[in-house]
């Protein structure tokens, strides 16, 4: 039972360049979330998925786009990196009111 | 419109000496209430969580927190800290429906020998 896992664990950019960020946990939770953790700020939301097939915006989702391949997977892209985006990415999934939270993906855009 | 705030950015306490870190949240209705620990390059881990009942509610490590509704609060307290404590701290608000959370901007804890 590996629980959250992320992918990759960092990323160097160069701005305009695109990537995704993947995600997936083996605990079959219908809710996944992706937040981002920047220094004094504590974690945004930047979208979130209540199940399979339904995606919704979440405090900070411009320049990002998601995707729920299926119940384990949930994906977040960047289609045109800016330095703005530099941040440490968590994804997380949630059993009835808890949320568990992956390792992180530090993501440098230059 | 929902907020959490964490007072202190910093804190730094002596191994033994007991801890407690500040939280203070606006929240329409009856929130659902958190805190997680962050280790240095690590994930967020749940430390305790109150829903409803008894406003005191006991954790993982030692720690416990007290929900006071009058004083919009949920401090974290732990008696007696250790040198494996120190971490950044986050108090978090949730809503029931989404289960989105709201995080205080985390307090850092350093702990002296």
């Known amino acids: 039972n590996a629980g959250v896992t992320q992918t990759p664990k960092f990323q160097v950019l160069k701005t305009g360049q695109s990537m995704t960020l993947q995600c997936a946990q083996d605990m079959n939770h219908n809710s996944m979330y992706w937040y981002r953790q920047d220094p004094g700020m504590g974690l945004r939301l930047i979208y979130y998925?209540?199940?399979?097939?339904?995606?919704d915006k979440g405090e900070v989702p411009n320049g990002y786009n998601v995707s729920r391949l299926n119940k384990r997977e949930f994906s977040l892209r960047l289609e045109s990196a800016a330095p703005s985006q530099t941040s440490v990415y968590f994804c997380a999934s949630r059993k009835t009111d808890t949320q568990y939270f992956g390792p992180g993906t530090r993501l440098t855009v230059l | 419109a929902q907020s959490v705030t964490q007072p202190d950015i910093h804190i730094t306490v002596s191994e033994g000496a007991s801890l407690e870190l500040r939280c203070n949240y606006s929240?329409?209705?009856?929130?659902?209430l958190f805190w997680y620990v962050q280790s240095p390059g690590q994930g967020l881990q749940l430390l305790l969580k109150y829903f409803s009942g008894d406003t005191l509610v006991q954790g993982i490590k030692g720690f416990e927190a007290e929900f006071k509704r009058s004083q919009s609060s949920f401090n974290l307290r732990k008696p007696s800290v250790h040198w494996s404590d120190a971490a950044e701290y986050f108090c978090?608000?949730?809503?029931?429906?989404?289960?989105?959370?709201?995080f205080g901007q985390g307090t850092t804890l350093q702990v002296k020998p």
């Open positions: 929240y329409g209705a009856t929130p659902y």
């Open positions: 978090a608000v949730g809503s029931g429906n989404t289960g989105k959370l709201i």
């Open positions: 998925s209540a199940s399979e097939g339904t995606t």
